[in-house]
């Protein structure tokens, strides 16, 4: 049922950019299994986060209608990005995590080939994934970074970067990989997107995911903010492995790490926290001792031969 847009606060983003449209909600059934039947889980911003009765995915409903959800949402567009002049910048310590991420997951392997791996990565932000994959792959890789925000492809340009953006939907090519890091949360219709990125991978060809493993925690226990309505669900570990599957893949990986907001209990970090404690708009958590810290979860999928041709 649709009702008048309540104004929201700022989101981790900055502004939401929903807070001046004043467009309409819409209610709509589980984004994972289409139920229609789900209890409170909790409020933000004026909105309500929802869990599925059926498969326990966790959502915003109402939410913003689909018409103010387009194709940028898809790939990876923070609502807030578009208003705000400024959004962010690279952050080194990303890249930093990525390299021993991609180490992890014995991704250095794949780029010894002599044909280049081609590797689309969705929402690429600042481009510290994609300079990752440049340092791993080197002459073995070619990157595209896909970011629909254009002052992050504009700063990504002064650091010799080329980022681009369309629509995945009219897209002909097809990788060998296609990463989506923090993505997830924001696709409006999860399993179709996600869908869509699968026709576009080559046979044998590769998922990487990356998103939060929370929809099973007690809401004491999930992380906030939960920035609504810009994310519009939480998953899980089980509930993404099992859309995969469902979509054909193969689930090759799953790792998880102790999540960016929760500071390790050291002298150092406890002083960081309080600096930051003391920053104007202070991301300090004090979280140290979370319950399950490590939610930070990486998937790699394969999307199987097809044995017909074989
Ligand atoms: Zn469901």
Redesign the pocket.
């Known amino acids: 049922m649709a009702q008048q847009m309540k104004s929201v606060k700022p989101s981790c983003n900055g502004k939401s950019r929903f807070e001046t449209m004043g467009g309409a909600l819409e209610e709509v059934p ?6 229609t039947s ?1 209890t409170d889980y909790d409020t933000e911003n004026g909105y309500r986060l929802v869990k ?6 966790l959502f915003t409903n109402p939410r913003p209608s689909s018409s103010e959800i387009d194709a940028a949402s898809k790939s990876g567009m923070h609502k807030g990005d578009e208003e705000l002049e400024v959004s962010g910048e690279f952050r080194p310590f990303m890249k930093e995590i990525y390299l021993s991420v991609l180490n992890d997951f014995q991704y250095p392997a794949k780029f010894t080939s002599d044909a280049p791996v081609d590797w689309l990565d969705i929402g690429c932000g600042h481009g510290e994934f994609v300079e990752a994959l440049n340092i791993v792959g080197g002459e073995g890789i070619a990157v595209t970074g896909l970011e629909p925000n254009e002052h992050k492809r504009a700063a990504a340009k002064t650091r010799g970067m080329d980022l681009v953006f369309f629509d995945t939907t009219e897209h002909d090519r097809t990788y060998d990989v296609i990463s989506a890091l923090n993505v997830f949360s924001h696709l409006p219709d999860p399993r179709e997107d996600i869908g869509q990125w699968v026709s576009m991978l080559n046979e044998g060809g590769e998922l990487f995911l990356q998103t939060g493993d929370s929809s099973h925690l007690e809401a004491k226990h999930h992380h906030k903010p939960y920035s609504l309505p810009d994310h519009l669900s939480f998953a899980s570990e089980t509930l993404l492995v099992a859309m995969l599957e469902s979509l054909g893949l193969e689930v090759v990986q799953v790792m998880k790490y102790r999540m960016g907001m929760f500071p390790r209990f050291t002298p150092v970090n406890i002083v960081k926290e309080i600096a930051r404690f003391f920053l104007p708009g202070h991301t300090a958590t004090f979280q140290f001792f979370p319950k399950h810290p490590e939610r930070d979860m990486y998937i790699r999928a394969r999307k199987p031969m097809n044995r017909e041709n074989g």
Do not use: E, F
């Not at 589980?30 to 139920?35: D, G, M, N, Q, T």
């Not at 599925?52 to 995915?57: A, N, Q, V, Y």
């Open positions: 589980c984004l994972l299994c289409k139920s789900w599925c009765s059926d498969c326990g995915l």
